[in-house]
């Protein structure tokens, strides 16, 4: 069982907005946990893009969506969420959520992942 799934993902416009989700297979995501959007571009590696802890506190963004995305989550369905607005055609990649123990950016503190959703934005 895929102890992340994501949803949300398609083709769209620069400019536009989407909503992606992410929902815990498992259940439960426990308080001390982190939770964070990386993305794959074609021929690129996986990259942060943002993060949030379970149990509260500021979300942390990579610079080059900062302003434009936001992270959130609702307990009751453990779920989180990234929307993203003014999208760009380099926002084009795989979407993958995934969660840890560390509140980091690199992506092998984070143990479990989401097969990942697939965003393209045309110009």
């Known amino acids: 069982q895929v102890p992340l799934v994501e949803s949300g993902g398609g083709s769209v416009q620069a400019g536009d907005s989407l909503r992606l989700a992410c929902a815990s297979a498992?259940?439960?995501?426990?308080?001390?946990?982190?939770m964070a959007w990386f993305r794959q571009a074609p021929g690129k590696e996986r990259e942060f893009v943002a993060l949030?802890?379970?149990?509260?506190?500021?979300?942390l963004y990579a610079d080059s969506v900062k302003g434009r995305f936001t992270i959130s989550k609702d307990s009751a369905i453990n779920t989180v969420y990234l929307d993203m607005n003014s999208l760009e055609r380099e926002d084009t990649a795989i979407y993958y959520c995934?969660?840890?123990?560390?509140?980091?950016?690199?992506?092998?503190?984070?143990?479990?992942w989401g097969q990942g959703t697939q965003v393209t934005v045309a110009s």
């Open positions: 995934a969660r840890g123990s560390q509140y980091s950016t690199d992506r092998r503190e984070y143990t479990f």
């Open positions: 498992s259940g439960r995501i426990y308080t001390s946990s982190v």
């Open positions: 949030l802890r379970w149990r509260g506190g500021s979300p």
